[in-house]
Structures are given as C-alpha cells and as structure tokens.
C-alpha cells in the first residue's frame, strides 16, 4: 500500500467487513492485477493527456498484452470458433459513451468504442456493421484467431460442446453438439452451474480513472464468454453494466458473468449510491447483493471509485474466490488490493 493510501475497515450487518482505501488524485483502478494496463494508464497523465486517453491507452494496453486470455484477440473462441470482441467507454463530465459490440475482424476494441463516442450521435454499435464502421475510421482487418483459441475450439468440439449455453433445444445441448433446434419437452430453468464462469474464464478488464478536476471516465475490454453462442453481446458495452461514469458521483466497472450482471446494471447502481454518500467499498458490495439474492451461484465482481480518490470492491462467487485489483495514484508503483468474495 502506498504512502498516500489509507484504509478505514467498515462492517455491514455485524458480518460482512469492507475496506474502502483513500488515495490521491489523480487515480487509475481497474479489476484484477492487470498492473501493466494500470501502469500504461497512469503513464498518460504524466504525459498530460487527458482522462478519456488514460482509459483508452490503460484498456489497449491489456489488448495487446491479450492479459489472461480473457481481453484481445486470440483466444475465447465462440461456437463456430471466432474470436469477437466487446468494449466501452464514458465519459462522466459530458455523459456521452462509446460501445462495440460482437466486433469482427479488428483488434483494437476499446479504440473502436471512443471512435463510436466522438465521431457518432450513437451508443453503441455491433457485429459486422460496427467493422465497417471501423474500417471507415482507418482501422485494419485481420484474422482475430490463432493457435491458441484454434486450439480450444478443437478441444471444446472433442469435449461434446461442453460447456454449452443452449436450453430448451435437441439434441441435448449437454450431451452433443448442434445444429440445435427448438425442444418440444417442457422449457425448464437454464442454470449458471458447470458452465466455468470465473476467473481466467471471463475477467474483463474494467477501468475507471479520475483526473485532478474530478472528471471521471470508465471502460471496459474483453472478447468475451469462452464458447458462446455466436452473437452474443456480453455485459461490457452495455452502459452501467460494464461501467459507468459521473462526475460529483465517480465510476464503476464490472467483471465476471455478464449475461447475469447485466440484468441488474451493477456499475450504475454503484455509482448512484457513491452520489448519495456511500463510500466505494459500500456501494460496490450493495450493487451485487441483488444479484447474490436471485443467483447465488453467480460469480463477479465491482470496482468503485469515487471524486476524492477513494476506491473500494466487492466480488461474489467460488470461482473467484478472492478478487484482486489494481490501482495507481502516484508516479512510482502500481498498488495491488485484494477483497475476499462474500
């Protein structure tokens, strides 16, 4: 811990304890110990860009380096096993945000997705259109594979498609592969068991970085849920799920099982609750406690970040276990912190 960081330990409902952390500004934050990604982040307010490019750059940074698979081209391969990527980024002083969704063929998602921002009255773009959309901008296709998620498309075919998010379809979607056709059986409930979601499965880099005037910008990169079903969006670009900024508020990012976090908008939520007066840690932990209430196999996590510099998490789920996160508000090292999952 830094010497400009300091704890203060908060307990909720005599049981769960939380740390919020004080740091200076200006601060970057982003899920899981992608320290480089913090490093490339915070490098840019040295140079004296501004908070969008420190977001941008930090969230590049991890494309490039692929980090732990589950960011960048490469590897998560979908059903048919190509490799898509989804990203975001907010603004929080002017609100406006940018979001690829099911991008194709162009490995520098979150760039996309500023691109989306400022050079369009759009939210959010997808699949092969947002491609075109890219090429126009100057961006280069290429083939977003290889050996690695190649690979992992040959085992998961070995393996019997396993795991598989179809329900409700024949042949049995946990015994065989397709082509899957509607069930005649009785629709039954679709569970989140043995389906391998945690941490080295769907850790998408979410960041949220604060400059000395308090302006807040987040964002999010990854390629996604390993062997989806083609065309699926995940909870990354879609605003306050994947992240959320607001200046006098602060900022959020989400990381874990995106198709459940998404229904519940965990990265507005915790931002919301910061502008009321909550501290990050608080906030982070209130804004799952609705998803742990209605799936409680879930996994994921929440960072939070509020206008002062102070910073906070909160995760939930076995396949994480203990979450871990990266902040750097000075200009010598990356600080890890970590919270233990309720």
Not at 11 to 22: G, R
Not at 72 to 78: A, I, L, N, R, V
Not at 131 to 136: G, H
Not at 233 to 254: H, R, W
Request: hydrophobic share 35%; proline share 4%.
């Amino acid at each position: 811990m830094s010497a400009t960081t300091q704890g203060l330990w908060i307990c909720l409902f005599a049981a769960i304890c939380v740390q919020t952390s004080f740091s200076s500004l200006p601060i970057v934050v982003n899920t899981w110990p992608f320290t480089n990604a913090t490093e490339a982040g915070y490098n840019e307010f040295l140079r004296g860009g501004s908070v969008i490019d420190v977001v941008e750059k930090g969230c590049s940074k991890c494309e490039v380096l692929r980090c732990d698979g589950s960011v960048g081209e490469g590897s998560d391969p979908d059903e048919d096993g190509e490799v898509t990527l989804d990203a975001m980024i907010m603004d929080g002083k002017t609100m406006d945000v940018g979001s690829v969704g099911c991008l194709r063929n162009i490995s520098s998602a979150i760039s996309v997705a500023r691109m989306v921002m400022e050079r369009t009255g759009h939210t959010l773009l997808a699949g092969e259109l947002a491609t075109k959309f890219a090429v126009e901008m100057g961006f280069k296709e290429s083939d977003l594979s290889s050996n690695k998620s190649d690979t992992m498309y040959k085992q998961w075919i070995e393996n019997n498609c396993q795991p598989n998010y179809r329900v409700n379809v024949s042949p049995d979607p946990e015994k065989s592969c397709g082509p899957y056709h509607p069930s005649t059986n009785v629709l039954e409930e679709s569970t989140r068991k043995d389906k391998g979601i945690g941490y080295l499965n769907h850790d998408t880099i979410g960041m949220v970085a604060v400059d000395t005037n308090g302006h807040v910008v987040s964002g999010t990169t990854t390629n996604g849920l390993n062997h989806k079903i083609p065309g699926r969006v995940g909870d990354s670009p879609i605003v306050g799920a994947g992240s959320y900024a607001q200046n006098e508020m602060g900022g959020a990012a989400a990381t874990g099982d995106g198709d459940i976090m998404m229904r519940f908008l965990p990265s507005y939520t915790a931002v919301q609750l910061m502008g009321s007066g909550m501290t990050p840690s608080k906030a982070a932990l209130f804004s799952i406690m609705p998803i742990i209430n209605f799936y409680p196999e879930f996994n994921g996590a929440v960072i939070a970040v509020n206008t002062k510099g102070e910073h906070g998490a909160a995760c939930h789920g076995s396949g994480i276990g203990t979450f871990h996160y990266s902040v750097k508000d000075n200009p010598d090292k990356v600080n890890l912190f970590s919270v233990k999952c309720v």
